[in-house]
């Protein structure tokens, strides 16, 4: 991977991290009863968004253009994926997917989905967390790593 | 307090005395002589982002006494903040080799002054390091999206940050190879890019081949995947993320290409055919670089139609229809994803439109033109020749500064089709040997630059002094 490249990257997985982190954390709060403050109203507002990009990127391949949106859907449907690793069937990933949005917009418009869901939610936010957390240890180790002596002809 | 409470509070307490490490690092190696400005503007950042993971760290530990987290959420919880120490030892890397022993200083300042002409609050570094690479990184986006989703005392640390902040690592070994330095301007191309905001345009109009897509679904639907053990989701994301990858990101290098070509002209062809023909391999690509061929085709392309190329000195000419030959013939790839984005992109529509798109996002007194490169041969070569450094030109008295791009022009000029002449009037040492006058030659316009520099600054100073400005 170019050097380049490569700390794009691990910023970007940094960033993921950090959002995955407050969305467990607002989660947790929540499927603990406690009251929300507008810091964990605003990060399952971004959890919403996440797994509504997760469905745009998985739709994507039906009608494959292209906008300034594509690569982020593409990517959230990525880690949406990895966060889910019992979900083998496309069928299967756009039924959970689509649950789990359907518990982030109650709890983010006040509502009290059951335990059960919330906890299924701060599963796959946590499972995203980790995902991230191993990505960046890949970055910052190199593990990743093909090419990293190559010459750079243009960067 | 249970075991894994207690554990976590050493391990914030372990981690604060990294980040006091790392501040107390920067307070030591910031007084070194530098040759560029910026690389003390990223030791400030390290130090404020270091003290701001040291105070995140201790609203840690009521995160880590009082929250609801189960130990192993609160454990990748306390370890991302604990990343970012490394993440701050990766940037302090970054500017190791730009002191002033060894980064070529006399570079420093021109380019600085270009890369400003181009994008206000701008900055770069320039590192020599012991290793074979060439690179050029814009490194102050990734840095604000890092910390964009951290609380404020993390965030806050990027306000001090110039927008944009280039860090140019050049191998040590090679470092005085003056005429390769036009490769900026493609970086330069990433940043213009970005800021018009050239995707919103270009994407939407980029038709992704359409039968192969089609073939892909099928095999993904209908499970005909030859036996392959992996899940039909993982294929489906697989082939989502590698096709919008690849297309997103060539568009964004080949626009990058096209730019530096309008702000550095036939410089950057030169600088970038030089590059790839010795280092990479015409079809070889990647996910975010498109293959050689490509980018050197449509480059031809570009300077064929802003260049009366058939006119050239006939090094030149041969040089480039030889280019064009190879780049016009078929890209062999040996990846599905990769096919697809070439075929994607390998037509004249898109080519056109990147063309277009991109002259919209540069002003007309930064491009570099057909006008100023027959000035440039007719002026500056002859002085070259008779080692005369061209970094300024007039009568005497009235001499003006020559531009960056003008002298780098010149040197690939010089290179190119006159690098014997050249060489046969330096010492007897160096007239038979092809290395040692590319040598001299660089060093010449090393020295140019140098000279338009101070005579920028001389006029700067005397305007300011003419307005009563101190």
Redesign the interface.
């Known amino acids: 991977?170019?050097?380049?490249?490569r700390?794009?990257e691990?910023?970007?997985s940094?960033?993921n991290?950090?959002?995955a982190?407050?969305i467990?954390?607002a989660l947790?709060?929540a499927?603990?009863g406690?009251e929300l403050s507008e810091h964990d109203r605003a990060a399952l507002e971004k959890a919403t968004a996440m797994l509504e990009a997760a469905i745009k990127?998985?739709k994507?391949?039906?009608d494959?253009?292209?906008?300034?949106e594509?690569?982020a859907s593409?990517?959230f449907?990525?880690r949406a994926?990895g966060a889910l690793p019992r979900?083998?069937?496309?069928s299967?990933?756009f039924q959970q997917v689509s649950d789990l949005t359907q518990t982030v917009n109650e709890l983010s418009n006040g509502g009290t989905p059951s335990k059960d869901k919330i906890r299924g939610l701060r599963t796959f936010f946590?499972n995203a967390?980790?995902s991230e957390?191993d990505r960046?240890?890949q970055l910052?180790t190199g593990e990743d790593s093909t090419d990293a002596?190559?010459?750079?002809?243009?960067? | 307090m249970d075991s894994h409470r207690l554990v976590a509070q050493l391990k914030i307490e372990s981690a604060q005395n990294r980040a006091q490490a790392l501040i107390e690092e920067v307070g030591r190696i910031k007084n070194r002589p530098y040759s560029s400005p910026a690389s003390k503007d990223i030791l400030e950042f390290v130090q404020e982002a270091a003290t701001a993971i040291r105070s995140l760290l201790e609203s840690e530990k009521t995160?880590a006494d009082a929250?609801?987290?189960?130990p192993?959420?609160l454990e990748?919880?306390l370890?991302?903040t604990i990343?970012?120490i490394?993440?701050l030892h990766?940037l302090i890397g970054f500017i190791e080799g730009s002191e002033i022993p060894k980064s070529p200083g006399q570079l420093i300042q021109p380019l600085r002054r270009y890369v400003r002409s181009v994008i206000m609050n701008s900055d770069i570094v320039v590192s020599s390091k012991p290793?074979?690479?060439?690179?050029?990184?814009?490194?102050v986006?990734?840095?604000r999206?890092?910390?964009?989703?951290?609380p404020p005392p993390l965030s806050q640390s990027c306000a001090k940050l110039p927008d944009f902040l280039f860090l140019v690592n050049i191998p040590a070994i090679e470092s005085e190879q003056i005429l390769i330095h036009a490769?900026l301007s493609?970086?330069l191309g990433h940043a213009l890019y970005n800021k018009h905001?050239l995707?919103?345009r270009l994407?939407?109009a980029?038709k992704?081949r359409?039968k192969m897509?089609r073939h892909?679904?099928n095999v993904?639907?209908t499970g005909e995947t030859e036996s392959s053990p992996m899940?039909?989701?993982?294929l489906?994301?697989y082939?989502?993320?590698q096709?919008?990858?690849r297309?997103?990101r060539w568009v964004t290098?080949l626009s990058s290409?096209m730019i530096g070509i309008q702000l550095f002209g036939p410089a950057l062809y030169f600088a970038?055919t030089t590059?790839?023909s010795?280092?990479?391999h015409i079809d070889r690509c990647?996910s975010?670089?498109p293959p050689?061929r490509l980018?050197i085709k449509l480059m031809t392309r570009m300077l064929k139609k802003a260049y009366t190329t058939d006119k050239w000195h006939s090094n030149l000419t041969e040089l480039i229809k030889a280019w064009a030959d190879i780049s016009g013939e078929t890209i062999a790839t040996r990846q599905p994803m990769d096919q697809i984005a070439i075929e994607s992109l390998d037509r004249d529509d898109v080519l056109d439109l990147i063309e277009t798109s991109v002259s919209d996002a540069i002003p007309e007194e930064l491009r570099y033109n057909s006008t100023k490169l027959d000035a440039d041969v007719r002026d500056l070569v002859p002085l070259i020749l008779n080692s005369v450094p061209p970094g300024e030109l007039g009568p005497m008295g009235r001499e003006k500064p020559i531009e960056l791009v003008s002298i780098i022009n010149a040197g690939w000029y010089v290179y190119l089709c006159q690098l014997a002449e050249f060489g046969a009037r330096l010492h007897e040492s160096a007239a038979n040997s092809r290395l040692a006058a590319a040598t001299g030659l660089h060093r010449l316009i090393l020295k140019a630059l140098e000279i338009s520099d101070i005579r920028i600054s001389w006029e700067e100073a005397k305007r300011d002094s003419e307005r009563g400005k101190d």
């Not at chain 2, 929250?67 to 189960?70: E, F, T």
């Not at chain 2, 290793?131 to 490194?139: A, D, F, K, M, T």
């Not at chain 2, 899940?231 to 993982?234: G, K, N, P, R, T």
């Open positions: 991977m170019h050097p380049r490249r700390f794009a691990l910023s970007d940094l960033k991290g950090f959002l982190d407050e467990v954390l947790a709060r499927e603990n406690e990127g998985y994507w391949l039906d494959p253009k292209l906008s300034t594509t690569r593409a990517d449907f990525g994926v979900v083998y069937t496309s299967g990933f946590f967390a980790q957390l960046t240890d910052l002596l190559e010459w750079i002809a243009i960067d | 995160v929250s609801p987290l189960m192993a959420e990748v919880r370890h991302r990343k970012v490394p993440y990766t290793e074979l690479n060439y690179s050029i990184r814009e490194v986006a990734s840095i999206k890092a910390f964009s989703e951290t490769i493609h970086e905001d995707e919103k994407l939407p980029i992704i359409d897509i892909l679904v993904i639907t899940s039909e989701i993982w489906r994301q082939v989502t993320d096709v919008t990858e297309v997103s290098e290409d970038s590059l790839l010795s280092f990479s990647s975010s670089h050689p980018r």
